[in-house]
Nanobody
Framework: QMHPVESGGGSVQAGGSLRLSCEVS????????VAWFRQTPGREREGVAL????????DYPDSVKGRFTLSRVTDKNTFYLQMNSLKPDDSAMYYC????????????????WGQGTQVTVSS
C-alpha cells in the first residue's frame, strides 16, 4: 500500500503562486506514479500533473501546461506541485494519488489517495 499526504493549500490572488506537497509513504521500494487531481463540487476529478519515478517523466493537460510543474525531491518520496499564474478557475480541492503505474489522468485507476488540500484563487 501507499499513503499519500498533501499539504500546502491556501488562498492566493489571481496571478499568484502556490506550492503543494505530497509525501508518499508505504510500499515505495519500486518505481511508482504520483498524480495530482483537482475537483470542484458537482464535477469529476480532473488530472493536472503526474510523474513516474522510474523515468522522471511528467505529463500535464493543456489547461495547466506551462503553469504547473511537478517535481520530486531527490532521493525522497516528497513531490512538489508548483502552481504559477494561478487563475480563479484553478480553485478546487487538490488531491495527490499514487499507484504502482501511471494511468494518465484516469482517476478511477489510482488506488491510493490523500485527503486533499484546498486551493482558492480570488480575482
Amino acid at each position: 500500500q501507499m499513503h499519500p499526504v498533501e499539504s500546502g493549500g491556501g488562498s492566493v490572488q489571481a496571478g499568484g503562486s502556490l506550492r503543494l506537497s505530497c509525501e508518499v509513504s508505504g510500499y515505495t521500494a519500486m518505481s511508482f506514479c504520483v498524480a495530482w487531481f483537482r475537483q470542484t463540487p458537482g464535477r469529476e476529478r480532473e488530472g493536472v500533473a503526474l510523474i513516474y519515478t522510474g523515468s522522471g517523466n511528467t505529463d500535464y493537460p493543456d489547461s495547466v501546461k506551462g503553469r504547473f510543474t511537478l517535481s520530486r525531491v531527490t532521493d525522497k518520496n516528497t513531490f512538489y506541485l508548483q502552481m504559477n499564474s494561478l487563475k480563479p478557475d484553478d480553485s478546487a480541492m487538490y488531491y495527490c494519488a499514487a499507484d504502482r503505474f501511471c494511468y494518465r489522468f484516469d482517476a478511477n485507476m489510482y488506488n491510493y489517495w490523500g485527503q486533499g488540500t484546498q486551493v482558492t484563487v480570488s480575482s
